[in-house]
Nanobody, 115 residues
Framework: QVQLVESGGGLVQPGGSLRLSCAAS????????MGWYRQAPGKQRELVAI???????IYADSVKGRFTISRDNAKNTVYLQMNRLKSEDTAVYYC?????????WGQGTQVTVSS
């Protein structure tokens, strides 16, 4: 089992920044993928960004150039730096840990972008 604890969500004005963190604990394998997904009200959960243990990254087109995903393998922690936030970034953000066919989710953290 893997446990994921997220932090860093909140309310921010358009154009502002937030940094999300997700710490993984439990049965951690050295090669894995960690990432962030989000779900806005009335919409399906969607990919935001993924980073694998070697450092390769994938971003949704909607966040390219504004969001940066990074990880600290020694701490089993993944970060999402979100800059130039827009109202459409408002959602619950979920951390995901994946190894092989196993996938684990965090409890979610609310990000609200509003003036």
């Amino acid at each position: 089992q893997v446990q994921l604890v997220e932090s860093g969500g909140g309310l921010v004005q358009p154009g502002g920044s937030l940094r999300l963190s997700c710490a993984a604990s439990g049965s951690i394998f050295s090669f894995n993928a960690m990432g962030w997904y989000r779900q806005a009200p009335g919409k399906q959960r969607e990919l935001v960004a993924i980073i694998i243990s070697g450092g390769s990254t994938i971003y949704a087109d909607s966040v390219k150039g504004r969001f940066t995903i990074s990880r600290d393998n020694a701490k089993n922690t993944v970060y999402l730096q979100m800059n130039r936030l827009k109202s459409e970034d408002t959602a619950v953000y979920y951390c995901n840990y994946r190894v092989g066919t196993r996938s684990y989710w965090g409890q979610g953290t609310q990000v609200t972008v509003s003036s």
